[in-house]
């Protein structure tokens, strides 16, 4: 099972990490509406951003990943993970992770099985080796889903 609690940095200092690059990326100083923003940019609700905000809730895994690649830094930065803004990946390859953090997310969400971290890492290279040759989405889900739960995949 993947564990749930944080390690590393707090759900607050990731939330003031990525409004400051949002604020930077859209060149707006002000607090005021930086969540609405980021909101749109994220394509969530503002109700969701703001439990963000309100450390009520992580940001998932896959929503910083599409925010660093939007912001143009690495997905570890706004993590703090590392203190380097610098993307190590291109804007390209960056959305295809944060659609490839996506679906191993909501494979993990739907498996009737506990999912550990070495399982998890396995369904990263699965869903990037599918995602690279085209395949689609729901396909991609269901091989994922389909993993975690501890069969023995023929179909790659």
Not at 73 to 85: E, H, I, R
Not at 88 to 105: C, G, H, N, Y
């Amino acid at each position: 099972m993947i564990d749930k609690q944080p390690h590393g940095p707090s759900r607050e200092f990731v939330w003031e990490r990525v409004k400051q690059v949002a604020q930077k990326f859209h060149g707006h100083p002000k607090e005021r509406g930086v969540s609405k923003l980021i909101a749109m940019d994220s394509d969530q609700s503002p109700q969701y951003v703001s439990d963000w905000k309100a450390g009520r809730s992580p940001i998932p895994m896959a929503t910083l990943t599409k925010l660093a690649a939007t912001y143009g830094v690495s997905a570890g930065y706004l993590a703090g993970f590392t203190d380097d803004p610098t993307p190590r990946i291109s804007r390209d390859e960056s959305k295809l992770a944060a659609q490839m953090a996506e679906l191993v997310e909501r494979a993990i969400e739907k498996s009737s099985e506990p999912v550990d971290t070495m399982t998890a890492t396995r369904l990263c290279g699965i869903a990037l080796q599918m995602l690279l040759k085209g395949e689609k989405e729901a396909a991609i889900l269901g091989t994922l889903i389909y993993e975690a739960e501890g069969r023995i995949s023929d179909c790659l």
